[in-house]
């Protein structure tokens, strides 16, 4: 806070537009965040969709593909996706249904991108795992759940495509419960699948909903029979031998798993199972339903001062993604913000932990599904776009009050490594101007070779499709044609101590040595037998850390 300034949003100040605690309780407990994790293909896409139809959001299916077509068009980068029919934005949305106020993080679904999704993850509070019923786990699933668990995340499992030929539910359930050692709690129960796929048995409300077919995919919800589990008609509706097996799995359900215990879905320590086909609009309402109960409200985070309250009046947060040029029309930048206590206001004052500086949110944007739209105030559990181009890096905390830092969102450490060149040296302004742009905005990051004269960056990344997209960008956004060299490195390391600790150790075999944005020396190794190799033989060379941001 700048001298002489008062903090905007803390107990000492509370401000006259300050709502009651009571309140700003409400809000933040009405508030709902999630992001969905699975392999491509799964139906994320259809899903995303049907939720924000059924939240009220959107009013047609095929809005979302409509949204990001029309994205596409404004935003040719963004080109490069649909030539590869891979989504690699995410964005946060935001929709109100029953008084809850939710947020979708869409996160990117090509495993090139697992980086982003890492980072996503990091703001959110819920997980659902979506699963192609008639594949069961997939290897994308299996990574992203990885995550999920460190972070302790709640994990709600949909199984979806149930109308097409699915694996039985019970081999379904025993592959999460054996391979991820999570014990499940089947909210809804399938009957059959494929063809016979007929609807589900909704345990909280001891109900069949039947699923009837040849409903509008679209517009409409799906038509939908409800009739109570005891209902002797029953019987008439459904075929005997899908009845029979109905009958006894309901009575294994009910006898095998122990009530639904909130707290451990809360831990991470559960997961509801959901069956749906979300093409068909089919499981999507009931899931949505069972979701607003059981899910997690916006919780404490760890800070180096302790445990922050989301209903601790000081605003904080932290910024998990950034994202340029998403409207190329302005040259924009967007810092994504994590939302994590007290409330935020249009044109409040905030400070960046990492710099000191002090920064007025002018602008702060919600993205809702269509549109960005500038947002008068928020609280704990919302996630905001702000504009402030060069002031954010990924990682950062923001707050007002009392100084906080949250910790770094972890990453992957780069495995390719490759050097950009400028194809047109007249333009090597414009190519560095590039370079550090994408850099700022972590989409990639850059190394340089020690050697005087040598000022090609080296780029490093996680996946070859890094590498394409800051190429496309280049071209697209900075006029730069580049050409790749790649390097047969694969694993890199920071020296924790320093240049000395390099000039300590003598000759170093089998590596690369280079130095990062920060002029801090980094080793590439061909291999990890390289890196192991390298330090059985220099002692002096002290610590080794795995690159990755924030540094
Ligand atoms: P994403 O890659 O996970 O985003 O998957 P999409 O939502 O794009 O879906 C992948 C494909 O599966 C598309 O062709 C969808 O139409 C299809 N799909 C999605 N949900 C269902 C479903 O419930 N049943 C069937 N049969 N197909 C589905």
Not at 4 to 19: A, I, L, R, W
Not at 335 to 343: D, I, K, L, M, T
Not at 365 to 388: E, P, T, Y
Request: net charge neutral; proline share 7%.
């Amino acid at each position: 806070i700048e001298p002489g300034e008062k903090p905007c949003s803390t107990s000492e100040d509370p401000g006259k537009e300050e709502v009651s605690p009571a309140e700003f309780a409400r809000e933040i407990g009405r508030r709902r965040n999630f992001a969905i994790i699975s392999h491509p293909d799964a139906g994320k896409t259809t899903l995303t969709e049907k939720l924000l139809l059924y939240g009220g959001a959107i009013h047609e299916a095929g809005a979302v593909k409509a949204r990001r077509a029309s994205r596409h068009a404004t935003s040719d980068w963004m080109e490069l996706e649909k030539q590869r029919g891979i989504s690699i934005t995410s964005t946060a949305m935001v929709f109100e249904t029953r008084g809850q106020l939710i947020t979708l993080l869409d996160t990117p679904g090509h495993q090139d991108f697992g980086e982003d999704t890492y980072r996503t993850l990091a703001a959110a509070d819920n997980a659902v795992m979506l699963v192609d019923a008639g594949k069961g786990l997939e290897p994308q699933t299996r990574k992203l759940f990885e995550v999920c668990r460190m972070r302790k995340l709640p994990v709600f499992t949909v199984f979806n495509k149930l109308d097409r030929p699915a694996l039985q539910p019970l081999e379904l359930i025993d592959e999460i419960e054996k391979e991820f050692e999570l014990p499940t709690y089947p909210v809804s129960w399938p009957i059959g699948s494929g063809d016979r796929f007929l609807g589900v048995y909704y345990r909280p409300r001891r109900q069949v909903h039947l699923f009837e077919r040849g409903g509008k995919h679209g517009s409409v919800g799906a038509a939908v029979r409800v009739l109570d589990y005891m209902d002797p008609s029953l019987k008439t509706i459904i075929p005997t031998d899908l009845y029979k097996q109905l009958e006894e799995e309901v009575e294994m359900l009910e006898e095998l798993t122990p009530p639904l215990d909130i707290s451990k879905v809360h831990s991470g320590d559960l997961s509801p199972v959901y069956f749906a086909s979300a093409m068909n609009n089919f499981g999507v309402e009931l899931f949505l339903e069972s979701f607003l109960e059981y899910s997690v409200k916006p919780g404490t985070h760890s800070s180096d001062i302790g445990e922050i309250h989301p209903e601790n009046p000081s605003f904080s947060g932290f910024v998990f993604k950034l994202q340029a040029n998403m409207d190329p029309k302005h040259r924009d930048k967007v810092a994504f913000v994590r939302v994590c206590s007290g409330q935020f206001k249009k044109g409040m004052k905030v400070q960046v932990s990492r710099t000191g500086k002090t920064i007025a949110l002018t602008r702060p944007q919600k993205m809702f599904a269509q549109d960005r739209s500038i947002v008068d105030n928020g609280f704990a559990g919302d996630v905001i776009g702000l504009n402030n181009p060069n002031a954010f890096c990924i990682g950062d905390t923001v707050f007002s009050g009392r100084q906080i830092r949250y910790p770094g969102i972890p990453s992957f450490s780069p495995e390719l490594f490759s050097y950009m060149r400028n194809t047109n040296p007249a333009k090597y302004k414009q190519f560095q101007k590039g370079i550090n742009k994408l850099l700022g905005e972590g989409a990639v990051q850059v190394l340089y070779s020690v050697d005087a004269g040598k000022n090609d960056p080296i780029l490093a990344a996680v996946g070859q499709l890094q590498f394409e997209v800051v190429q496309y960008r280049m071209l697209n956004e900075y006029g730069i044609e580049t050409k790749l060299e790649p390097l047969g490195y694969s694993v890199a390391r920071w020296v924790t101590g320093g240049w000395p600790a390099i000039e300590k150790a003598g000759r170093l075999y089998n590596c690369m040595v280079v130095k990062d944005q920060w002029g801090r020396p980094v080793l590439l190794f061909r291999n990890e037998w390289n890196l192991t190799q390298l330090m059985g033989d220099n002692k002096d060379i002290g610590d080794l850390v795995p690159i990755a941001l924030p540094p």
